[in-house]
């Protein structure tokens, strides 16, 4: 800028506007495009603002960039007026071009906002059967991420094509696709692969919000699922971050698939001595009472049997996988509790015996006898 100071002539520094009647023109547009853009909202909404309220939210979330729009217009036109030299008039239409693009992208992620909410408004995720509003609302955020994303990029992009020099060489490259352009390929490889992901997850949609899913040995929910990573909700409150394409390249376990319902398991290790059945039933029974069970599924199995006793499997199912969680706790704590008091006999046991422990004393042997027996035994 210096450089092109010292190159202008003394007789155009002269020509340079009155900074006082330069600042006046200048406040006297902004007054003219402030009343201009009041003017127009008020027509607008006096127009549409009844019989298109979205229009009318739309207009509303828009407002300061609609406002900067008019500002610029009548700061165009009032460049003429002032006495600035030609060559600088160039430079001054190419900033508010700029600037114009730089608000009409501002605009289409205020406007993609806007409409991707009221549509988001539609579907409940506090319902017991969300499967159909989790499918939705999770196409619903990564699209709007997706397209946030691409906008952003467009915008920056046709900004920086207003300069020739860019513009020269993003043309250049372009046309040779040489190594420059393997370089900055490779570079955005990770952020492009992220991108496509996205897209893949929001039309295939392995993952939804609030899915109960196990990922790196980690259960959790899915909370957030944004432009380039998924934020996991675990059990404990941590949250674990994985990038997007992890579920496209990786195996993980998803437990609400298809339904928000889940099964869940509870295992109890108990001596062979157990009543089975009746276990059976009490299982039955302490389910009617509990108010997580959805009443789709229960069953009772031994699913193994070794030295130290019976392990026995309970299946019941609950609507969410919260209560799912809640409800095998209740389960697996009630259940304990009716064995200590009912069969105590028949919690877990460790059983030895040890070697000549089974023979009796002869008859006719006297304390002393007995004593030296129980001992040759013990060695």
């Known amino acids: 800028m210096l450089e092109e100071l010292d190159k202008l002539a003394p007789a155009e520094i002269d020509r340079l506007p009155d900074p006082i009647l330069a600042a006046g023109l200048i406040l006297f547009a902004i007054l003219i495009g402030y009343l201009a853009h009041r003017v127009a909202i008020g027509i607008f909404n006096r127009t549409f603002g009844k019989v298109y309220p979205n229009l009318t939210l739309i207009a509303k979330r828009i407002r300061p960039i609609t406002r900067l729009v008019f500002f610029i217009v009548a700061l165009a036109l009032a460049v003429p007026l002032l006495d600035v030299p030609f060559r600088f008039i160039g430079d001054i239409y190419h900033a508010m071009f700029v600037l114009m693009i730089l608000l009409v992208g501002w605009a289409a992620v205020l406007v993609l906002g806007v409409v991707a909410d009221r549509y988001a408004r539609h579907f409940r995720l506090d319902v017991e059967d969300n499967l159909q509003a989790r499918r939705y609302i999770t196409q619903i955020r990564v699209m709007r991420r997706v397209i946030n994303v691409v906008i952003v990029i467009l915008t920056i992009?046709?900004?920086?094509?207003?300069?020739?020099?860019?513009?020269?060489?993003?043309?250049?490259?372009?046309?040779?696709?040489?190594?420059?352009?393997?370089?900055?390929?490779?570079?955005?490889?990770?952020?492009?692969?992220?991108?496509?992901?996205?897209?893949?997850?929001?039309?295939?949609?392995?993952?939804?919000?609030?899915?109960?899913?196990?990922?790196?040995?980690?259960?959790?929910?899915?909370?957030?699922?944004?432009?380039?990573?998924?934020?996991?909700?675990?059990?404990?409150?941590?949250?674990l971050v994985v990038p997007l394409s992890y579920f496209v390249e990786k195996p993980f376990q998803n437990w609400t698939r298809e339904s928000a319902s889940i099964i869940g398991s509870v295992y109890w290790r108990v001596d062979y001595t157990v009543p089975v059945q009746e276990m059976r039933e009490k299982l039955e029974e302490l389910l009617d009472q509990s108010k997580l069970w959805d009443r789709n599924v229960v069953n009772l199995q031994v699913e193994a049997s070794d030295e130290r006793g019976l392990l026995v499997r309970a299946l019941m199912t609950a609507s969410t996988s919260p209560r799912a969680w809640d409800l095998r706790c209740e389960i697996r704590e009630k259940m304990i509790g009716w064995l200590q008091d009912a069969y105590p006999e028949c919690l877990p046991r460790i059983r030895a015996e040890l070697p000549g422990a089974g023979r009796s004393p002869e008859p006719g042997m006297g304390g002393a006898a007995v004593g030296a027996q129980m001992a040759q035994v013990q060695k």
């Open 157 to 239: 992009g046709l900004a920086l094509m207003t300069f020739e020099p860019v513009r020269e060489y993003g043309v250049s490259l372009f046309a040779s696709a040489g190594v420059a352009g393997l370089v900055v390929g490779f570079a955005a490889r990770p952020v492009l692969s992220n991108l496509i992901a996205g897209i893949q997850i929001a039309l295939t949609q392995p993952i939804r919000i609030e899915d109960a899913v196990v990922v790196e040995g980690e259960w959790g929910w899915i909370e957030e699922i944004a432009a380039t990573y998924v934020v996991i909700r675990i059990w404990d409150w941590r949250r």
